[in-house]
Nanobody, 124 residues
Framework: QVQLVESGGGLVQAGGSLRLSCAASGRTFSHYAMGWFRQPPGKEREFVAARHWSGGNVYYADSVKGRFTISRDIAKNTVYLQMNSLKSEDTAVYYC?????????????????WGQGIQVTVSS
């Protein structure tokens, strides 16, 4: 089993920054990929970013490219989502997730474990 706990959400003004953290526990993560998804109010959950735990390629949704950065701290078993130049349309509940697959990182069905979600609200 894998446990994921998100933190770092909150209220920020447009143009500001936030860093989300996702602390993982319960399994060895060297063969896993970590992803971030979000669900805006009244909309479907959507892909934000993903990367393999051991390195390699990083993937971003077009809507966040150049503004968001996904990274990880291996020693802390934690993945981060640095969010800069935030916009009102970034308002959503953000989820981190883990997959053991080697592809389909932008698809919800590919992920096996999910965090509980954390609210990010961007005021304009």
């Amino acid at each position: 089993q894998v446990q994921l706990v998100e933190s770092g959400g909150g209220l920020v003004q447009a143009g500001g920054s936030l860093r989300l953290s996702c602390a993982a526990s319960g399994r060895t993560f060297s063969h896993y990929a970590m992803g971030w998804f979000r669900q805006p109010p009244g909309k479907e959950r959507e892909f934000v970013a993903a990367r393999h735990w051991s390195g390699g390629n990083v993937y971003y949704a077009d809507s966040v490219k150049g503004r968001f950065t996904i990274s990880r701290d291996i020693a802390k078993n934690t993945v981060y989502l640095q969010m800069n130049s935030l916009k009102s349309e970034d308002t959503a509940v953000y989820y981190c997730a883990v997959t053991i697959r080697d592809s389909a990182y932008d698809r919800q069905w590919a992920y096996d474990y999910w965090g509980q979600g954390i609210q990010v609200t961007v005021s304009s």
